[in-house]
């Protein structure tokens, strides 16, 4: 993956004239002043672990599963949200890992655990890189070094349950590859989030992932029946059975910690038979509140697609939702919806079902072009923003959730507040994910650079981040905590519900190594000689 941007650097084009000219006329765009860095030019503070702490860890993996080189910590710096690749493009490593180390076991990840804790080294558990919340930038403060945790060599497929329809699989399993094993046995996942091509299962369950299609096969979390967890203390093995009344579910523990509690070495997942029909398709509603109102008739009484969304107004006129044509829709085209049906023979009936309580509702079916331009371009939004980034535009997304009947009013608090604190951004969304209670709002911004683009950012996501707080929503659906929403999230949760993550960490963790400083502030360092409990 490319080191200052997203993805494969092949597939990275620049943004045509035209549409430049038009980020200049609308919004003040202009190419930024300096140049982006060079691979060479990153700056990279000296390794702090000391050669015995690395020749221990060498010990345990091997020693060419420790690297410390530059090309291998400048690809382990943070993740892929815009502030990290702003700080990248002006060749700022100063986050860079000491080292980076690939466990190959259970037992591996069980022995680096015990020895960082004892030389008090933070850990980083990494898959694809994919976090956009900072959930990859480990506070250094306390400790003696910092390592990434690349489960890479993680990556099998261990075991299929054909009968319970469930897969055992290896944390560091990239999506195309598990889908590439589970196709083989006529299985799919059924989870494709934006980040498909690099995330890994590891990382989806750590942050409570939801694809794409999630209206069809569920959250991620939602798949996930099981799993073995490493922690400094020891290990976890959870969930014996689908669901169970023996107490608090500890699987929900883990899942969406970041790996601030254990390090997920295995997962148990439920998976369905892969479809022989797919179809998408467009419609169009006059405003995003008759489309709002369609969706939640779909999801409240059926039948609900596999895949569901709808643009707003602007994102539809912009063309956001087709990004591989951006700019392809006249302005009066209203709302546009996606409609995605996976399946067998029930398809045809279901989507028939569907187009009579979507015309009922005042759409417009607009066929299966737009729905097939938009699976074709679905994962091509991140490298639209590097193109972004390079002209001068500062380029980014956040989401949020509500109940149905709080929605409009998240809508209106979240783009208030982003378009007060960056003057005349251009402000898009639409409900990625849909529910009986309640849906997801993704909202993208686009505005030209100040001299300070990272500050400006940051006080537009601050406003943001209280505007949802404030407007009842959660601070983020699907993206995760990082450190980005820690704040946010400590008001969502209350100063009770801190004391609950405070105390099942120092329980898990008590040196505090595992990714200190996300999901939870930091606690003060321990004193050297206090006997954990």
């Known amino acids: 993956m490319l080191w200052s941007g997203w993805g494969d650097p092949a597939k990275a084009t620049a943004l045509p004239e035209p549409l430049r000219k038009l980020l200049q006329d609308l919004l003040g765009v202009r190419a930024p002043e300096t140049p982006a860095a060079s691979f060479g030019e990153v700056r990279l503070a000296p390794v702090a672990l000391s050669p015995l702490v690395l020749a221990e860890l060498r010990a345990v993996v091997g020693d060419g599963h420790v690297r410390s080189d530059d090309d291998a910590r400048i690809r382990h710096t943070r993740g892929k949200s815009t502030p990290d690749l702003m700080r990248m493009r002006a060749g700022d490593g100063s986050?860079?890992?000491?080292?980076?180390v690939l466990p190959g076991s259970h037992a591996d990840v069980t022995e680096l655990l015990r020895l960082c804790a004892a030389h008090r080294v933070a850990v980083v558990p990494f898959g694809g890189g994919t976090s956009v919340v900072g959930g990859l930038v480990a506070t250094r403060n306390g400790f003696a070094g910092v390592v990434a945790l690349d489960l890479a060599r993680l990556n099998r497929l261990i075991s299929v349950d054909a009968e319970s329809m469930t897969a055992e699989m290896e944390p560091g399993l990239r999506t195309p590859q598990a889908e590439q094993l589970l196709a083989t046995r006529g299985l799919t996942l059924g989870h494709f989030p934006q980040s498909y091509e690099y995330a890994t299962l590891g990382g989806f369950a750590?942050?409570?992932?939801?694809?794409?299609?999630?209206?069809?096969?569920?959250?991620?979390?939602?798949?996930?029946?099981?799993?073995?967890?490493?922690?400094?203390?020891?290990?976890?093995?959870?969930?014996?059975?689908?669901?169970?009344?023996?107490?608090?579910?500890?699987?929900q523990v883990i899942l969406g910690s970041e790996g601030a509690f254990g390090v997920i070495t295995s997962l148990r997942l439920r998976v369905r038979r892969a479809p022989a029909r797919r179809i998408y398709e467009g419609w169009r509603f006059a405003s995003f509140a008759a489309g709002s109102a369609a969706l939640r008739r779909l999801a409240q009484e059926g039948p609900v697609p596999t895949v569901l969304r709808l643009s707003d107004e602007t994102e539809t006129m912009i063309g956001l939702a087709?990004?591989?044509?951006?700019?392809?829709?006249?302005?009066?085209?209203?709302?546009?919806?996606?409609?995605?049906?996976?399946?067998?023979?029930?398809?045809?009936a279901q989507r028939e079902r569907a187009a009579a309580v979507l015309s009922e509702s005042g759409g417009v079916h607009l066929g299966t072009e737009p729905g097939e331009s938009w699976a074709h371009g679905r994962y091509s939004a991140p490298y639209l923003r590097d193109s972004l980034l390079a002209v001068g535009a500062t380029v980014e997304t956040l989401e949020t959730a509500g109940f149905w009947s709080n929605l409009p009013r998240l809508y209106d608090a979240v783009r208030l507040s982003l378009q007060g604190s960056l003057g005349s951004p251009l402000v898009m969304c639409h409900i990625s994910h849909v529910y009986g209670t309640g849906a997801s709002l993704y909202f993208t911004v686009v505005t030209a650079q100040s001299g300070d683009p990272l500050a400006q950012w940051e006080t537009a996501k601050r406003s943001a981040g209280e505007?949802?707080?404030?407007?009842g929503g959660t601070i983020s659906h699907h993206h995760?905590?990082?450190?980005?929403?820690?704040?946010?999230?400590?008001?969502?949760?209350?100063?009770?519900?801190?004391?609950?993550?405070?105390?099942?960490?120092?329980r898990l963790d008590p040196r505090g190594i595992l990714n200190p400083g996300v999901l939870i502030a930091q606690a003060p360092a321990a004193q050297p000689g206090v006997s954990e409990p």
Not at 95 to 100: I, L, N, T, Y
Request: glycine residues 16%.
């Open 322 to 348: 087709r990004p591989g044509e951006l700019g392809g829709l006249a302005a009066d085209a209203g709302c546009l919806a996606i409609a995605g049906y996976e399946g067998f023979e029930e398809v045809t």
């Open 206 to 251: 750590a942050a409570r992932s939801s694809g794409q299609a999630s209206a069809g096969y569920g959250r991620f979390d939602d798949m996930v029946v099981g799993m073995t967890v490493a922690t400094p203390r020891g290990t976890l093995d959870l969930g014996r059975a689908p669901k169970s009344a023996a107490g608090p579910d500890l699987r």
């Open 467 to 471: 505007a949802i707080v404030a407007a």
């Open 95 to 100: 986050d860079a890992p000491d080292a980076v």
């Open 480 to 506: 995760g905590v990082g450190r980005d929403h820690r704040e946010a999230y400590a008001a969502e949760i209350g100063e009770l519900g801190v004391e609950i993550l405070r105390g099942i960490k120092d």
